[in-house]
């Protein structure tokens, strides 16, 4: 009986019930035995039966509930003295039990209470035993399945960030663009080949070490760093950048932080060199093409122009003439003298005023920029129509606005972008015959940050559908002309930070109006 439990271990719980059963019948030289082993957690029971001493066991059984040793006599055929002994496994029989019966005059003995239990609890223990490996085992697979399968999600999903890490390698590497991810100490951590040949620096270089990028051309990022300090969203700005052998380009770039809350950004650099050349060169196609329209609208001018010229030159010659007589008096009344010399004076400086101011429009040079009273260009382009407006047989009203703010721009071009709202509007009025000829120039400051100004006609105003075409180049409803005065006044307001627009009015003609930014600092 010793050596039983050892060859229980490792064994099925069936085996191990059966293997008490045949203990006890052999072993103990007894003529029934029966065992029933219960797993306390779970409720599950095996049974095993040898023998056939205890004829009506299984009744009753079914009408005892054993939770403590019992001796039953009797148990056989009639007259054949067979004795039971039922044992509860555990307490109170948790584990099942074991009952056993034997025709020997004196069972059970002690000896026979001692064996029977000892063996049932060894049995009991065995059972749990296989039980909990069984549960083991059963975990352990669970486990190892478990592995298996995560360890198969870790590969796919490990093949799949492969892939797509691939992928966007593929895509970085074939995009024009150059593409810089940035940790948040400026480190960089991948770029791709358009920045290798943008900047000159080699990935291996740069990639996760110093910030060799940012510390060697750190004038063009030095502004893109501080932006990023401040900027709460995806920003756009152009900066200056320099390449590693020195040379510098022009970049547009936009920078936007990561998604994965890491602090770092990723910046899209675009070299721009090429577009800024382009830009350059429009502007002084521009500029040229405004010189060009500028001398043909001082040719459509050249009558009144020179009648403004005219004017002072004739009252200079007739002063001049007054001069002599007065001088070659016996007695030269000095004092009318000294008047018409100064009229003659003032003459001259109205004529020397007219020709500075063609000469201003005619030359050729480059825009510059200064504060202007928009007021006093009213008033200059107002001097030089007056004789178009003559011409026209139209009335001409001057409205300031008092003290507007001062406004940064160029001179030349303000006064031609006035020149051809005024002359469109004298064109407009040319087919009025039913009502007065009557052309407005208004300035006004809707507010502090903004100037406008108005030039209003009450011509034959323009057809709506013509109203966003007006301004494209070569588009005109002119027999004569060329299309290209309000094109590149538009141009010009807009190159100035305005805006530009037409409206037609309620009665009759049309209103061009342009407005304009108040300079930095001008209501300082």
């Known amino acids: 009986m010793s050596t039983i439990p050892a060859t229980w271990v490792g ?27 219960r797993d306390p957690s779970s409720g599950a029971a095996v049974e ?35 004795t039971g002994l039922v044992l509860p496994v555990g307490l109170p029989g948790e584990g099942g039990l074991v009952a056993v019966a034997s025709r020997r005059a004196d069972f059970p003995t002690e000896t026979d209470h001692l064996l029977v239990s000892v063996a049932a609890n060894q049995a009991s223990m065995a059972f749990q035993n296989a039980r909990l490996a069984e549960e083991h085992r059963d975990v352990f697979d669970a486990l190892r399945h478990s592995r298996d399968e995560l360890e198969a999600v870790v590969a796919e999903r490990t093949e799949e960030l492969r892939r797509a890490s691939s992928e966007l390698q593929t895509i970085l590497d074939a995009s024009p663009i150059g593409i810089v991810l940035f940790r948040h100490d400026f480190t960089v951590q991948r770029c791709n080949a358009a920045c290798e040949r943008m900047f000159g620096w080699e990935a291996e270089d740069i990639v996760h070490g110093p910030s060799l990028l940012v510390e060697e051309i750190d004038d063009g990022w030095g502004p893109v760093l501080r932006a990023l300090q401040t900027a709460a969203s995806p920003f756009r700005m152009e900066a200056r950048m320099r390449r590693k052998d020195g040379s510098e380009f022009d970049a547009s770039v936009a920078c936007a932080p990561l998604a994965d809350g890491s602090a770092g950004f ?113 008033v200059e382009v107002a001097a030089l129509v007056d004789g178009e407006i003559h011409k026209h047989a139209a009335r001409l009203r001057v409205v300031l606005a008092p003290e507007p703010p001062f406004v940064s721009g160029d001179r030349i071009q303000l006064q031609q972008v006035l020149i051809n709202l005024v002359m469109n509007g004298l064109e407009a009025m040319d087919a009025v015959k039913d009502r007065p000829r009557r052309l407005t120039i208004r300035s006004e400051s809707p507010d502090s940050a903004r100037v406008r100004v108005a030039v209003q006609d009450v011509g034959i105003g323009f057809d709506a559908n013509n109203a966003d075409r007006m301004f494209d180049a070569f ?12 094109s590149i006044s538009r141009t010009i307001v807009e190159g100035h930070g305005g805006r530009l627009w037409a409206t037609r009015n309620a009665k009759a003609g049309a209103t061009f109006q342009f407005e304009l930014p108040a300079a930095d600092g001008a209501n300082d």
Do not use: C
């Open 11 to 37: 064994k099925e719980p069936p085996t191990i019930a059966a293997g008490l059963a045949d203990a006890l019948v052999g072993s103990l030289r007894l003529d029934f035995a029966f065992v029933r082993l």
């Open 48 to 82: 095993s039966t040898r023998g056939e001493a205890w004829t009506s066991f299984d009744e009753w059984l079914r009408e005892q509930d054993v939770w403590e040793k019992i001796t039953v006599p009797d148990v056989g055929h009639a007259g054949e003295g067979y």
């Open 266 to 378: 990723v910046a899209n650099v675009i070299d721009i060199t090429d577009r800024k050349k382009a830009e350059a060169s429009l502007r002084k196609t521009q500029d040229e093409l405004a010189h060009v329209t500028r001398v043909m609208t001082l040719g459509e001018l050249a009558a009144s122009i020179a009648h403004e010229i005219n004017q002072p030159l004739t009252a200079i010659i007739a002063n001049a003439a007054v001069s002599l007589n007065l001088i070659s008096r016996p007695y030269p009344d000095v004092t009318m003298i000294r008047q018409v010399v100064s009229e003659i004076m003032a003459d001259g400086h109205r004529a020397g005023s007219v020709i500075k101011r063609l000469r201003q429009l005619a030359t050729k040079s480059d825009p510059q920029r200064t504060l202007l009273d928009i007021n006093s260009v009213i």
């Open 475 to 486: 588009f005109t409803t002119k027999s004569t002309g060329m299309g290209m005065g309000l």
